[in-house]
Nanobody
Framework: VQLQASGGGLVQAGGSLRLSCEAS????????MFWYRQAPGKQRDMVAS???????NYADSVKGRFTVFRDNAKNTVYLQMNSLKPEDTAVYYC???????????WGQGTLVTVSS
């Protein structure tokens, strides 16, 4: 499985960005798609997740501002980020987890920088 993340960039506080993560390869079966982020000097934290069954979870810090959704026809998961804050600045990574196969794949990160 290959994951290609895109959509990062520089935005002012209060602005919006949409990240995309396109999956290719053996992507069939039950899966959970995650967005993580890692700020400089900090650990990588889960931001949002969406399962193939439609279950969605968010980190408390992004609830009400970020929306995760997927287009299965395009094998793509998105992260719509609104009302961005400087503390949202991080490298954002997508991850695909296949629980039945017990395997997990990471995409390359995409940098989001929010200026104050």
């Amino acid at each position: 499985v290959q994951l290609q993340a895109s959509g990062g960039g520089l935005v002012q506080a209060g602005g919006s960005l949409r990240l995309s993560c396109e999956a290719s390869g053996n992507i069939f079966g039950t899966n959970v798609m995650f967005w993580y982020r890692q700020a400089p000097g900090k650990q990588r934290d889960m931001v949002a997740s969406i399962s193939s069954g439609g279950n969605i979870n968010y980190a408390d810090s992004v609830k009400g501002r970020f929306t995760v959704f997927r287009d299965n026809a395009k094998n793509t998961v998105y992260l719509q980020m609104n009302s961005l804050k400087p503390e949202d600045t991080a490298v954002y990574y997508c991850n695909a987890y296949f629980p039945l196969r017990q395997v997990s794949y990471w995409g390359q990160g995409t940098l989001v920088t929010v200026s104050s």
